[in-house]
């Protein structure tokens, strides 16, 4: 079981390795939500490897403890398992205090309620499902582990399609390296910020809130990755907001010019560059 204790000292987890694992498979762990890469084996233990980067692995072996705790069928080992998932996770995995004290109380009767580890398994599962499953998808792990998959054909496509480009997760990696050195990376973020935007669910307070954010960190003026927009789409982005009018439709005219702005120069000089012809170079056909 997990050792809280040992956390820092411990080794990192094996790397899963690329064998029997095609790109499109690889892919999917960042397609929907966080179970697409658990279900997965390979998924799970590339998962594994960027929560321990992140100190984060506690997460994912409360899970898998609770996993193994509902399929025990023997009561006096499962009470005592109970108690040790308790001992191992309560320090080291944060809950709630309403969680916490069912995940306790669960413990302290020997029938073990099975309903009482529910809220404490919520609370875990929609940590990784909003934060560290987010972060999994843009780290340099995933990316690296997609690049090794990636098959020189679908790099290839990128010069013939922009859509292709940013539709890829390597080749949007790759671009944002790009547009890094010219300094015009703001433009790609808040484009992948409002493709995140537009997979919330609508009209919800996550969707609101994703809208503030957005607009206070590309949109504001004089922000340090002001997205530079034609006269009035702003004013019209800030009172929706403003009149709570926020849907999946509320950064349309915006993410047109932005895409627009990237195909027309930065995407040219991209497919010129050493960039994408030194990836071009290292993928297999």
């Known amino acids: 079981m997990f050792d809280g204790k040992e956390k820092v000292n411990r080794d990192p987890p094996p790397m899963p390795s690329t064998d029997g694992v095609e790109y499109p498979r690889a892919a999917s762990w960042a397609a929907g939500n966080c179970a697409n890469v658990l279900n997965d084996d390979k998924g799970k233990q590339l998962f594994r490897c960027f929560l321990f980067q992140s100190l984060a692995e506690e997460n994912l072996a409360f899970?898998?403890?609770?996993?193994?705790?509902k399929k025990m069928k023997i009561s006096d080992e499962k009470v005592a398992y109970a108690r040790?998932?308790?001992?191992?996770?309560?320090?080291?995995?944060?809950?709630?205090?309403?969680?916490?004290?069912?995940?306790?109380?669960?413990v302290a009767n020997e029938t073990l309620d099975m309903e009482e580890f529910a809220p404490a398994i919520k609370e875990v599962k929609r940590l990784l499902e909003?934060?560290?499953?987010?972060?999994?998808?843009r780290s340099e792990l995933y990316l690296e582990y997609l690049e090794e998959l990636l098959p020189r054909s679908y790099a290839e496509k990128w010069a013939q399609?922009?859509?292709?480009?940013?539709?890829?997760?390597?080749?949007?990696?790759?671009?944002r390296i790009f547009l890094r050195s010219i300094h015009a990376e703001e433009n790609l973020r808040f484009w992948e910020a409002v493709v995140e935007f537009r997979s919330?669910?609508?009209?919800?307070?996550?969707?609101?809130?994703?809208?503030?954010?957005?607009?206070?960190?590309?949109l504001a003026e004089g922000t340090a990755n002001e997205v530079f927009l034609p006269f009035g789409v702003r004013q019209v982005i800030e009172r929706r907001i403003h009149d709570n009018q926020i849907d999946i439709t509320l950064f349309d005219e915006a993410i047109?010019?932005?895409?627009?702005?990237?195909?027309?120069?930065?995407?040219?000089?991209?497919?010129?560059?050493?960039?994408?012809?030194?990836?071009?170079?290292?993928?297999?056909?």
């Open 63 to 69: 899970l898998e403890a609770m996993d193994k705790l």
């Open 84 to 106: 040790e998932i308790l001992e191992t996770y309560q320090q080291s995995i944060n809950l709630s205090s309403s969680s916490m004290k069912s995940l306790r109380n669960a």
């Open 130 to 137: 909003n934060d560290q499953f987010p972060r999994f998808r």
């Open 161 to 175: 399609s922009f859509e292709s480009l940013l539709g890829n997760h390597v080749g949007r990696h790759h671009f």
């Open 200 to 218: 919330s669910r609508h009209k919800t307070a996550a969707m609101n809130n994703l809208g503030k954010v957005i607009l206070t960190t590309y």
């Open 256 to 285: 047109k010019h932005v895409e627009q702005v990237l195909r027309n120069d930065p995407y040219v000089r991209f497919l010129q560059s050493h960039q994408y012809i030194d990836l071009l170079s290292k993928l297999k056909s």
